[in-house]
Every structure is written in structure tokens, then in C-alpha cells.
């Protein structure tokens, strides 16, 4: 069984509700690839901590073995004590830039310190903290960091994403935008910061964005900053089917499809549906559940195709799904594949980065040729990606 099958059952077993209907079928898939490739899987996509608890959940840990339930029960208390820290960084954050009359907003996985999106805030790990504040206020918030102890290691790579600190072995990223800055035009600010709720993490006030929100921004996160349309994140899922489930009365689903109309990236959300859908077997909230109804036979094609790719290919395999599911004509084709390849892969892509990507500190003076040199690459990887899918076609035809 390959790594996207393994995936997907993993992902299935994490939505299943506590009567467990199909466990069965999930399990029997489990063990047929061997937990130790399980665990390493989980524990590299970050839901071994949410794995464990389900498989208790659903009463499953007695079928485990010694071995394999011993290192569940590690890695489990491994993560749990990980979060302990990292809560306790955030609080001593916040607490930091209350004292200083700062608002930030917390964003992604934190949320779940401050609202039980996860049940508890154990069960949704996390690799760093993100942290959003408007940027007249960063020399200010460097010395609330610095107040809370919380040691600063580089910013402005690039300067419209974060700043970076560590305490306590956890990554915190002071972001100045949600999103890099070739891709805020998608959002609303002055929305974005007006909506947010007041919450609490131990008595301590903090604000998140508008349930309607996270689920807006977790989606141009993974699908327009990430590309995860084919190597998807088991997280990434989690993430939006918990969210849509915790806030189900309260996410404006409608606000988002005009959003996604609006900024032309509904073809993009549409997939997302799609691809949820899929690998959760589940249905989605009714004013999305049908969007991508008429597209799925295309849809299949094209994921079981590139999901299959050398993973040297994996990048080049998300631009061409992202040029393949807007659809259209030759020449809708031909300006997609611009705006992908060479718009936003090269010419939007902020200079910080692409030095950064081609391990340059100073010479800003290359800049050119390096954006030459990574449209070359990004061309010559699409060029491989069309010649693997046509190799794949005729060995099937044979």
C-alpha cells in the first residue's frame, strides 16, 4: 500500500464518530500496511497524538500489539506534555502584549488553546505558534517577546510573512499579514481584523479570527499558498472538518462562496470540497456539499494520476493540478499556466525567498538571473511532469 492510500485510511479513521461505523474495513486496510509505517506516517503529517485518542475512542487499543501500543503511548505523551509547553509560551505572549495594549490575533492551530475545536486542546499538535499583529505595532511587540522571554532568531524572510523567536524548543512566528503578501489581495484586512472574538486562554483575553475566517484563511493557506492539492496534509482536513463542525452555526458559508467568486478561485475551493470529501468520506456542510458534483469523474483522473508522481515531482505535479482544475480552453489553458508558472512561481514571488530557496544571504544584485534561473526550473519540472503522465497513459493503453 503507497504512502496516499495509507493517508487517506488514516485520515477516514480520524473522522470516524464513537459507534465507529466501517471501522472494520479501515482497520483490516491499517494493518495490511503495518503500524510502524502508520506511526511514521502520523507522526510526520502531526496527528499521532489525535491517532492515539481516536483508536481509544473507538475502542481499538486492545487489539494493538505491546510493541506497537508502547510507542502509541510514547509519542502520545510526548505530544501532550509538547503542547503543555507551548501553551504555556502563548499564554506568557499574550499576557506580555496585554500589558502593552497590543492586539494579535491567534491563528491556526493555537485556536484550539482557547475554543475545544479538537475536544481538547491535547489532541491538535503543533510544529510553531503563529501569531498576527498590524506592523506599526512590531517594535513595541519585539519587547513584549522579549519581556516574556522569548528569544529572538531572524525576521523579514521574506518581511511580509514573519518575524521568528524561540522559546522553550517552540518556534513562535510573528506574522505581519495572514498570508505572504502576493496573496493578501485575496483577503480583506480591515474585515479580517474588525471581526475577530474575544476569547480566553486561562482567564487571559485573546483574540481569533471569525470562525468564518479560519475556515477562509485554512483554505488559502494549504490550496493558494501551499498548493496541497495533491500531497495533501492529514492535518490540514482535520483541521477544516473539526472547525466547520465546532462553529456549524456560526461559519457564513455564503460570505466565503462570494469570496472565492469574487477573487476568481472558486475552481480552487471547489477541488478543496472535492478533495475533502474524498479522502474523509464524509459530506460537507449543505451550501458546499455539492459543489464539485459535476467535476468528479475529471477530478479522479487527474489525482490518481498525480498523487502516483516521483516525489521530485511533487511540486511540479500541484502546479499542474491547480492549472488543470480551472478548466476551460486551449487558451484559458495557456493563461493559466502563465499566471502559475511564471506569475506567481517567479515574478510575485518576494525576492527574500527566492534568495533564501537558492542558499544566497547577500547579492541582492542576482535577483534577475536568480528569477531566471527559477522559471528555467520551474519549467523544465513541468515539462518532466507532462512527459511522466504521458509516459503513465501509453503504459496503460499497452
Not at 486561562?202 to 483554505?219: E, R, V
Request: proline share 3%; net charge neutral; glycine share 4%.
Amino acid at each position: 500500500m503507497n504512502e496516499p492510500t495509507i493517508k487517506r485510511y488514516i485520515t477516514r479513521l480520524l473522522n470516524l464518530k464513537k459507534d465507529g461505523e466501517g471501522i472494520n474495513e479501515i482497520w483490516n486496510e491499517l494493518e495490511s500496511a503495518g503500524w510502524s509505517n502508520i506511526i511514521n506516517i502520523a507522526q510526520e503529517q502531526q496527528v499521532i497524538t489525535f491517532l492515539f485518542h481516536k483508536l481509544k475512542q473507538l475502542g481499538q487499543e486492545a487489539k494493538l500489539s505491546q510493541k506497537t501500543l508502547r510507542i502509541f503511548s510514547f509519542k502520545y505523551q510526548e505530544g501532550v506534555a509538547r503542547n503543555g509547553i507551548t501553551r504555556h509560551v502563548l499564554k506568557d505572549i499574550i499576557r506580555s502584549f496585554n500589558q502593552y495594549g497590543i492586539k494579535a490575533i491567534i491563528l491556526k492551530g493555537a485556536i484550539n488553546f482557547c475554543e475545544n475545536i479538537y475536544e481538547n486542546w491535547n489532541l491538535r499538535s503543533m510544529e510553531d505558534l503563529d501569531i498576527l499583529i498590524k506592523e506599526e505595532d512590531f517594535p513595541a511587540a519585539r519587547q513584549c517577546m522579549n519581556t516574556a522571554g522569548i528569544r529572538y532568531i531572524e525576521g523579514k524572510i521574506p518581511n511580509d510573512l514573519s518575524e521568528d523567536f524561540e522559546s522553550r524548543d517552540i518556534a513562535v512566528d510573528m506574522h505581519y499579514l495572514p498570508v505572504p503578501k502576493k496573496h493578501i489581495n485575496l483577503f480583506d484586512m480591515d474585515s479580517f481584523w474588525s471581526n475577530t472574538m474575544c476569547v480566553e486562554i486561562d482567564g487571559i483575553k485573546a483574540h481569533i479570527p471569525s470562525p468564518t475566517d479560519q475556515i477562509y484563511h485554512k483554505f488559502i493557506h494549504d490550496v493558494i499558498r501551499h498548493q496541497e492539492l495533491v500531497n495533501f496534509r492529514i492535518q490540514g482536513m482535520c483541521d477544516f472538518i473539526m472547525t466547520s463542525q465546532y462553529y456549524s452555526e456560526r461559519i457564513d458559508w455564503e460570505e466565503i462562496l462570494r469570496r472565492v467568486r469574487r477573487n476568481d478561485i472558486e475552481s480552487l475551493f471547489n477541488f478543496y470540497c472535492w478533495q475533502i470529501k474524498k479522502n474523509l468520506k464524509t459530506e460537507l456542510p449543505q451550501p458546499i456539499n455539492h459543489l464539485s458534483d459535476n467535476r468528479i469523474e475529471s477530478y479522479e483522473r487527474r489525482y490518481d494520476q498525480l498523487s502516483e508522481c516521483p516525489e521530485w515531482l511533487d511540486s511540479a505535479s500541484e502546479r499542474l493540478m491547480a492549472i488543470l482544475i480551472k478548466g476551460g480552453n486551449i487558451s484559458t489553458h495557456l493563461r493559466n499556466s502563465f499566471n502559475i508558472l511564471v506569475k506567481e512561481s517567479v515574478l510575485k514571488e518576494s525576492k527574500e525567498f527566492l534568495l533564501s530557496l537558492y542558499c544566497i544571504k547577500k547579492g541582492k544584485f542576482l535577483l534577475p538571473l536568480i528569477r531566471t534561473i527559477h522559471l528555467c526550473r520551474v519549467l523544465f519540472l513541468h515539462i518532466m511532469i507532462i512527459a511522466y503522465l504521458a509516459k503513465q497513459r501509453l503504459s496503460t493503453h499497452r
